[in-house]
């Protein structure tokens, strides 16, 4: 880690030994209070939008093939590891 810090105009804690303690917001925002206090609701409806999100990207990977398209790799997360 460098000793120095580049970005001396961001309030960027330098820690060079053990956590840094940044410093906490002002609390909840109302729509994370509320997605918390009615977690069923907020998890279908994430399970929803992630299912639309994944039919999306598989219909559009067809119809690229379909078009005779190269086809696109999968991400994988792994691949940003060192």
């Known amino acids: 880690m460098p000793k ?16 840094s303690k940044l410093q906490r917001g002002s609390g909840l925002s109302p729509r ?16 929803r939008r992630t299912t639309g999100l994944s039919r999306f990207w598989k219909e559009r990977a067809q119809r690229r093939i379909d078009q005779g398209l190269p086809q696109i790799k999968k991400w994988n997360s ?5």
């Open 4 to 19: 120095y810090n580049d970005f001396g105009h961001l309030p960027i804690p330098l820690v060079l030994k053990g956590k």
């Open 32 to 47: 994370t209070y509320a997605n918390r206090q009615n977690r069923v609701n907020h998890g279908n409806y994430m399970k």
């Open 78 to 82: 792994n691949s940003f590891r060192d």
